[in-house]
């Protein structure tokens, strides 16, 4: 399942392409170390709306392996009325270096019966990016790839925090990006589609103005629609409702809380 692929390739990309060379670095204007997001989950069984449970973010000041780093960390729950549909457990987490470089990504993953780990390992040798992927199977196998790569690929959480600081002031309605995602197997190529603007009131019971942006990937040869972002039009780029075309069926994300913005939230509809 691919619910919080869904939630934190949000985003993506808020400029014309990556075109960044192995560095891959940038700057960022999005968000300071402190910031905590938080979500209500809604899942949609027979026709009908029910509380699935909740989500929560944050970012703080850390290192890694002796690097400054900001520490990401991304957890779902899924509460028990619906666990009797499918169990939700999900924990990401990730670390990117002051100046945006990913370093290392981690997906625990309980969905349904299964249980899988997804992790990349990032260095930057000679200029150039490699990886290294390892998965934990729902069979409890270990499996690792190696791969040393001319430009930039990222994880669903390291492209979230890097492309909250992208500009999209001069994207038009249909304008599309492709970008490469990795996980703890496969470098997969994605989209995201602008398909223009809108108000969205969140659980918080406040209106933003709000870019929505569609997520595509590519399976089997045909592109699957996966989700539709709804992010705040202003500096931080918060996602405020996300809906999700799921396998199991549809679900939607709303804000509750925020917590430690950067910058003022000009998209607020008074």
């Known amino acids: 399942m691919k619910t919080f692929k869904i939630l934190f390739v949000t985003l993506l990309l808020l400029c014309s392409s990556l075109g960044v060379k192995a560095q891959c670095t940038f700057r960022n204007t999005a968000f300071n170390p402190g910031e905590f997001l938080t979500y209500n989950l809604y899942y949609n069984w027979k026709f009908v709306w029910v509380k699935a449970g909740s989500a ?15 520490r990401c960390s991304l957890t ?13 457990r999900d924990t990401l987490l990730c670390y990117s270096s002051l100046q945006m470089a990913p370093l290392y990504f981690r997906k625990g993953a309980r969905e349904g019966s299964r249980y899988y780990v997804d992790e990349v390992f990032y260095s930057y040798p000679n200029g150039r990016q490699h990886i290294r992927q390892h998965k934990l ?29 992208f500009e999209p002031l001069n994207w038009k309605k249909g304008h599309v990006v492709s970008f490469p995602i990795a996980d703890g197997d496969n470098i997969d190529p994605a989209q995201l589609r602008f398909t223009g603007k809108t108000t969205i009131k969140g659980d918080n019971g406040v209106k933003y103005r709000c870019l929505r942006l569609s ?3 590519r399976e089997d040869g045909k592109w699957r629609h996966i989700v539709d972002f709804f992010i705040s039009d202003d500096q931080n780029h918060v996602p405020i409702r996300l809906d999700m075309f799921l396998k199991f069926g549809s679900a939607k994300a709303f804000l509750v809380g925020m917590k430690g913005i950067r910058n003022p939230m000009t998209s607020i509809v008074r």
């Open 56 to 70: 929560s973010m944050y970012v703080v000041k850390s290192n890694y392996r002796g690097t400054p780093a900001y």
């Open 76 to 88: 779902t729950r899924g509460n028990h009325r619906v666990d009797d549909f499918f169990v939700l």
């Open 137 to 165: 199977t729902p069979q409890h196998r270990n499996e690792w790839k190696q791969r040393t790569l001319n430009d930039c690929v990222y994880d669903m959480l390291n492209i979230f925090l890097r492309a909250r600081s």
């Open 215 to 217: 997520y595509y990937e």
